[in-house]
């Protein structure tokens, strides 16, 4: 689940991330596909058995029992994505800021024409707009 939680995760959203963290869990342990399918049609047999549970304490229940499995069954040493925290490749590529688009050489600027003009015209609406709620600054000159 992406984006901030405000702490108020719905049952469906519990069922759901418990049913997506087992089967990456089947992942770390099964590496051969044929074997983690298999592995992974039993899991979701057993959610399944559970669907139709409307008593919300024995759902509940179910719940953080499945949570203590997960933790139990967990992989000593899980995979990552690369591109995820604690990947390999996690923070490798660092976006240049924009600032390095100033230095640009004026023949390799007039290949974009559009693009600089109107990045000129928003960088005089953002400096306009900090003058108007800071003030303008004496030490400071933008041009």
């Not at 499995?69 to 923070?91: I, M, N």
Request: net charge positive.
């Amino acid at each position: 689940m992406s984006g901030s939680l405000t702490g108020l995760i719905t049952h469906k959203a519990r069922v759901q991330s418990l049913y997506k963290r087992s089967l990456r869990m089947l992942e770390n342990w099964y590496d051969r596909r044929e074997v983690y399918r298999y592995y992974a049609v039993l899991m979701r047999q057993r959610f399944d058995e559970n669907k139709k549970i409307s008593d919300i304490r024995i759902a509940k229940d179910l719940i953080a029992k499945g949570e203590a499995e997960l933790f139990d069954k967990q992989h000593w040493h899980p995979r990552k994505f690369p591109e995820s925290p604690g990947g390999v490749a996690y923070g490798r590529e660092v976006p240049p800021p924009d600032w390095v688009l100033d230095y640009w050489h004026p023949l390799e600027k007039a290949q974009y024409p559009e693009y600089f003009a109107r990045r000129e015209q928003r960088k005089k609406e953002y400096v306009k707009l900090w003058e108007e709620k800071y003030g303008k600054d004496s030490t400071f000159s933008p041009h």
